[in-house]
């Protein structure tokens, strides 16, 4: 990914965080409750929902700190080769916001930033890629589950006329 990539791999690689995330958003749930007794399917759907939250807070931590710390990183070695002088330096905290600012720099040092931006945000990336391999290989370690029952859980609807028809019998 570079300022000047084709846009099929621009969108492209943003497709695949997408399907990903669709994954994530219920299945687990689904699996959870399924693998949980009647009695604490409230329980575990909280847990797994709480846990979630967590993680994504985690995540965003991780994201932020890398993206800061390359982006840093790279803006030093600008700054050693000459491509961005002393007055136009940005830090990595800054750069969130710093759109608008970097715009009334001069082209070439808005050129530097904008290799910047896209070689720190490679480097959040491939960290985030490596996370999402080790849980791909952690996941090789779940039992296999059957999926395949209903719901009895005190949260639960119920078929009034179905509680009719056990009644009678």
Same mark, same amino acid.
């Given at each position: ?41 409230? *329980? &575990? !759907? ?5 846990? @979630? %939250? ?6 965003? /931590? ?39 600012? *970097? &715009? !009334? ?5 808005? @050129? %530097? ?6 070689? /720190? ?49």
């Amino acid at each position: 990914m570079k300022p000047n990539a084709s846009a099929g791999i621009i969108y492209g690689l943003r497709v695949i965080p997408a399907i990903g995330g669709g994954f994530l958003f219920q299945v687990p749930l689904f699996a959870v409750q399924s693998t949980t007794i009647d009695d604490d399917i409230g *329980i &575990a !759907t909280s847990t797994v929902t709480f846990f @979630r %939250s967590v993680g994504q807070a985690f995540g965003v /931590a991780i994201g932020g700190t890398v993206f800061q710390n390359q982006f840093d990183r790279f803006v030093a070695r600008r700054l050693l080769d000459g491509s961005i002088p002393r007055q136009y330096v940005v830090t990595g905290a800054e750069a969130a916001g710093a759109y608008s600012v *970097i &715009a !009334t720099f001069p082209e070439e040092v808005i @050129r %530097s930033y904008r290799y910047i931006y896209a070689d /720190a945000l490679r480097v959040v990336w491939y960290v985030t890629t490596g996370i999402s391999g080790l849980g791909l290989v952690a996941s090789l370690w779940v039992r296999n589950e059957s999926m395949d029952r209903g719901s009895n859980a005190k949260q639960s609807f119920r078929d009034k006329r179905e509680e009719r028809k056990r009644e009678v019998v």
